[in-house]
């Protein structure tokens, strides 16, 4: 009778094997030679093929299961084999999010936005006599005067592009009426909506000088902009840069001022030295936005009729009649300042002013006038002007 011996050197090279490559299924095992031979031989034989084989199967799914824990450390410590759909689904949804939230924020020209929020915050520090008025009743009433003043501000510049769709395909193809991802009628309903919450705040809030800076701004910005008889004012570039003007200049410094100053503090119109500085300078400033803003535009305005400045003069003239302007209004801001009898105002007011006039002049040297894109990367800069301004106007006194 033949007995069953399993030499220790085959059975070893069988679990190496078995641990490196995938497991030959029993009946492969069964049918091959060698094991074909061990099953005719006796109990004592098929009892130790049957422990052979139950400690292959044990190592087989051993194996397997280490393989499958390898696979899933591998998936959490470094890239997925397959995508999350969790994080398939936060994508589709933040992309439109994203998408439109881009789309608004070129629509509401955000230097447009930040010099109306720095101008109002500006000049109602202005009617701050003393640190106690910076109260949760000073906070509140600016509050009620930015809030506004920002949707006013979003509604005139929708109806801006709303009434340049074409202008703006050459001169800012990159705005969403102007691109298409804003069809006209989503342009005029954000701006009819935008307007109907400035207004509508306006009347909760219940300020006079409120309401009328809000109504002439309504007015004045319709004028400039809307195509219909007697109205688009900015054909005319006289009546463009005096719209600009009234609203920058005369209706931001007093309107608001007043606001603070009789609606808020419950106090008497008083004109102050440093209001009258901030309506003159702002005067200057606004008349140099409205000369600048046509220089990069020339080639659609010139296209489309807009008679501006720089279509009648010429890119360079205007160009150099902004920064002499600008320059002329920093020379009458340094002797408002040394005229002031309070030390640190006057110190301040004259440094600041002095090196705003010297960045100015150098940085006007080194512009390329032959590319649009430096043109209007030097506008961008004047804007930055105009907010440093906002901010050393608080401390003449």
């Given amino acids: 009778m033949y ?66 824990s ?29 998408t439109s939230l881009n789309a608004f924020y070129r ?6 936005v930040i010099g109306t929020a720095l101008s109002i915050v500006s000049v109602s520090l202005l009617a701050v ?20 003043a920002l949707f006013m501000n979003i509604y005139i510049v929708g109806l801006n592009q709303l009434s340049d769709i074409d202008i703006d395909k050459v001169n800012k193809p990159t ?9 006209p009628a989503s342009g005029v309903a954000i701006v009819s909506m935008f307007a109907a919450m400035s207004f509508g705040i306006g009347f909760i809030v219940g300020s006079q000088p409120l309401l009328w800076a809000l109504f002439v701004s309504f007015v004045l910005g319709t004028a400039y902009s809307i195509n219909l008889p007697y109205f688009r004012w900015k054909r005319s570039a006289v009546v463009a840069a005096l719209c600009i003007l009234a609203v920058r200049a005369v209706i931001v410094q007093l309107a608001f001022f007043l606001h603070i100053q009789t609606f808020v503090f419950r106090r008497p119109i008083a004109f102050s030295r440093p209001l009258i500085f901030a309506t003159g300078f ?18 659609g305005d010139r296209i489309f009729g807009i008679q501006s400045f720089t279509v009648r003069l010429g890119q360079k003239k205007v160009f150099w009649i902004c920064v002499v302007l600008l320059e002329m209004a920093y020379g009458v801001a340094m002797s408002m300042g040394a005229a002031s009898s309070c ?9 600041a002013h002095a090196a705003l006039a010297v960045t100015l002049w150098k ?13 209007t990367s030097f506008y961008m800069f004047i804007w930055k002007l105009f907010y440093a301004e906002y901010l050393i106007i608080p401390l003449v006194r």
């Fill in 3 to 68: 007995t069953l011996r399993l030499q220790p050197p085959l059975f070893l090279s069988v679990a190496a094997r078995r641990r490196d490559h995938f497991l030959p299924s029993l009946s492969s095992i069964q049918q091959h030679a060698n094991w074909r031979a061990f099953s005719h031989q006796g109990a004592q034989g098929r009892s130790a093929l049957n422990r052979c084989q139950k400690f292959l199967d044990r190592k087989c799914s051993y194996h397997r299961i280490s393989h499958r």
């Fill in 70 to 98: 390898v696979n899933t450390s591998l998936n959490a410590s470094m890239q997925p084999l397959q995508s999350d759909p969790e994080a398939n689904d936060s994508a589709i949804i933040w992309k439109p999010i994203s």
């Fill in 107 to 112: 629509f509401s020209r955000p230097h447009t």
């Fill in 129 to 148: 006599e003393s640190l106690h008025d910076i109260s949760p009743l000073f906070l509140t009433g600016l509050l009620e005067a930015v809030v506004p």
């Fill in 175 to 183: 705005l969403p009426l102007a691109s298409g991802e804003y069809s």
């Fill in 282 to 299: 702002m005067t200057f400033f606004s008349v140099v936005i409205a000369l600048f803003k046509d220089i990069p535009d020339i080639d």
């Fill in 343 to 351: 030390f640190w105002s006057k110190s301040v007011t004259v440094l």
């Fill in 363 to 375: 940085c006007a040297r080194s512009v390329d006038l032959t590319s649009k894109s430096a043109i």
